[in-house]
């Protein structure tokens, strides 16, 4: 027990550390509290289910999110890998089928004879071997209270959502229509469905209807945390805003978020559209598309009538309902080291949305990273720290160096790696990022070979 490789949670993270560790030769225990246990935002059972979306962002080689995974590629990341596999059609982005993602990597865990499964919450921090706490955003009660006991302060919350989804051939295709969003080329793909307002009276009468609707209520638990919450961190996640939220900040607020209508001409109009409701892929099969950026809390009743609002829409057959969850962070810079083993007590790593690092490939990143530490602090090697010149090293050095004070959760970005070098900040934004993205790959390419890891 004393030399156990445990990982708890079997999410993004959870999963990703598991399998490192096993393809180091290392035994390794993976906790998933599911099926016994529900989260009150999972569906099935398996391992690694995609819960607000099915998009792991850009794969372009120069956006923050594409270096990123083309990290992860290089440590040979099983999660990542399956995404491939399971792609689905979304122009630059990496979407997946979320149930066949979810269920290949259950199968390849599963099927590994170093990794051992077991169906069963884990209610406090294992305090023998050596472990990597992945449970994620929606920790259970009992672990998250002996978490904030070990922190030291209390956890930190806010509130996330995730969109509706409805069915494809309830789309009236005479009024939406398929197209991406031209990039800086001017290249228009058709990986989308789009649902457009033509003119402002009809968003204006949507948007009213919107700041009006009538919300679901919290939860006791999450009510109760709500009125806790200290009063220098917000209640939701600026990444995640519940549809409504954002509008409440303005009538146009929309307008520059998830209904921006730039660069989405209806080929069938000469004018462009006021606004711009789109919808990407859900499946493989395409026969399920979810409503990019419309994640919500509104009543079930109110979702229904709203979404047939949107053109395109009005007969839609809605398959999931738009939901809000509460979700759990501690305060990484007080708690962890950018190897991400805690301060505190050296055999104890986390990993995933719980450190603060938000986004699935952050997610995932962060499980490669504390899985494969875990198996060199067992194995008596040094413990990796990136460069922060990479994606996932700033992405570490981000969280654990940061004003604990201001702390909120991150993504990968451009904006937390080091600055350019003064001759190289000349050009645009689009110049700009292929140099941090080549400085990236460099820097990374050079750690694997100094490392060995190559």
């Not at 998250?144 to 069915?167: E, H, R, T, W």
């Not at 919808?279 to 809390?297: C, H, M, P, S, W």
């Not at 395109?312 to 950018?338: C, K, W």
């Amino acid at each position: 027990m004393d030399n156990q490789i445990s990982v708890i949670g079997g999410g993004l993270a959870g999963s990703e550390a598991a399998w490192q560790i096993a393809e180091k030769g290392l035994d390794v225990v993976l906790y998933e509290m599911r099926p016994a246990t529900a989260s009150g935002a999972h569906r099935s059972a398996d391992l690694a289910e995609l819960i607000c979306s099915n998009s792991l962002g850009s794969n372009l080689p120069d956006r923050a999110s594409g270096v990123l995974k083309n990290e992860l590629r290089k440590f040979k990341s099983l999660l990542i890998q399956v995404a491939d596999e399971t792609a689905v059609p979304a122009g630059a982005a990496l979407a997946v089928d979320r149930e066949l993602f979810a269920a290949e990597v259950t199968r390849r865990l599963l099927s590994h004879p170093r990794v051992k499964v077991i169906r069963e919450e884990v209610r406090t921090i294992p305090s023998e071997g050596f472990v990597v706490l992945a449970s994620g955003p929606l920790t259970s009660a009992s672990l998250s209270n002996d978490l904030a006991d070990f922190c030291g302060k209390d956890n930190l919350y806010f509130f996330d959502a995730i969109s509706p989804i409805v069915d494809a051939r309830s789309i009236n295709m005479d009024i939406a229509y398929t197209a991406s969003r031209w990039d800086e080329e001017g290249v228009i793909e058709g990986d989308y469905i789009n649902c457009p307002f033509h003119n402002k009276q009809d968003y204006q009468n949507f948007y009213q209807e919107l700041i009006s609707a009538q919300r679901i209520e919290l939860k006791e638990f999450e009510a109760s945390i709500e009125k806790g919450v200290d009063a220098g961190h917000s209640h939701f996640f600026e990444g995640c805003l519940p549809v409504e939220v954002i509008a409440q900040r303005g009538a146009k607020a929309l307008l520059y978020g998830p209904l921006r209508p730039v660069g989405l001409k209806d080929p069938r109009v000469e004018r462009p559209p006021y606004a711009v409701v789109q919808l990407r892929k859900e499946n493989i099969a395409g026969d399920l598309y979810n409503l990019v950026g419309f994640q919500t809390n509104l009543t079930f009743s109110e979702q229904s009538r709203l979404l047939r609002m949107i053109p395109g829409l009005e007969n839609a057959e809605i398959v999931r309902y738009g939901q809000m969850h509460r979700n759990t962070f501690i305060s990484a810079p007080d708690v962890l080291l950018p190897t991400l083993q805690t301060k505190a007590k050296a055999n104890l790593f986390m990993a995933g949305q719980i450190t603060g690092v938000e986004g699935y490939a952050g997610n995932i990143a962060t499980g490669l990273l504390a899985g494969i530490n875990v198996g060199r602090l067992a194995s008596g090697l040094p413990l990796l720290e990136l460069p922060c010149e990479t994606m996932l090293g700033a992405l570490c050095h981000y969280i654990t160096h940061t004003d604990p004070k201001t702390f909120q959760p991150m993504k990968a970005n451009f904006g937390i790696l080091p600055p350019l070098d003064l001759n190289e900040q000349k050009g645009n934004k689009r110049d700009r990022a292929q140099k941090y993205a080549q400085r990236s790959e460099k820097e990374m390419d050079e750690f694997l070979l100094k490392t060995n890891l190559l």
